[in-house]
């Protein structure tokens, strides 16, 4: 599965403990759309590239991240096919995954530590959309765009 990654200034270093959590998945490929540094940038310009990797069908799923992975999941959520989820727990991120078909995960640099941050993005690679009632509601949710 490929997974692309972005990031703005505001979660750049969480952006590589996330990649390394990734890398614990052996059929996990990973695409690094940036940014690489610290120098500012615009959050919608990376929700954009993400975005755009996997309305493609380049990748399955995104993490985005900036400073508090709000500006970013809104931004996110603007794309069509795009399904954002900012979570700050591995429950709702679990839930974001089985319920609501989640294909990017939003994450708070400035507001998560690694380890959380760590759990949060397991429950978003080890969990799939269990369909049923939820494809019903899900497909609503894709009507509104
Ligand atoms: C950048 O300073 C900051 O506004 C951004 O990372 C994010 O927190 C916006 O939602």
């Not at 690489?36 to 995104?62: M, N, Q």
């Not at 700050?88 to 089985?98: L, P």
């Amino acid at each position: 599965m490929k997974i692309v990654v972005g990031s703005d200034h505001g979660a750049v270093d969480l952006k590589e403990e996330v990649k390394l959590v990734l890398k614990e998945y052996p059929h996990i490929e990973i695409i690094d759309v940036g940014t690489f540094g610290h120098d500012p940038v615009d959050y919608p310009d990376i929700a954009k590239l993400v975005a755009e990797k996997i309305t493609s069908g380049e990748c399955e799923r995104g993490v985005v991240l900036c400073g508090t992975g709000i500006g970013i999941s809104i931004a996110a959520n603007k794309i069509k096919g795009i399904r954002a989820a900012l979570c700050s727990d591995s429950y709702s991120a679990k839930m974001a995954r089985r319920h609501n078909d989640a294909n990017v995960l939003a994450l708070g640099g400035r507001v998560l530590g690694i380890g959380p941050a760590g759990d949060i993005v397991r429950a978003f690679v080890e969990n799939n959309f269990e369909g049923g009632r939820h494809e019903r509601r899900v497909k609503k949710i894709m009507e509104l765009e």
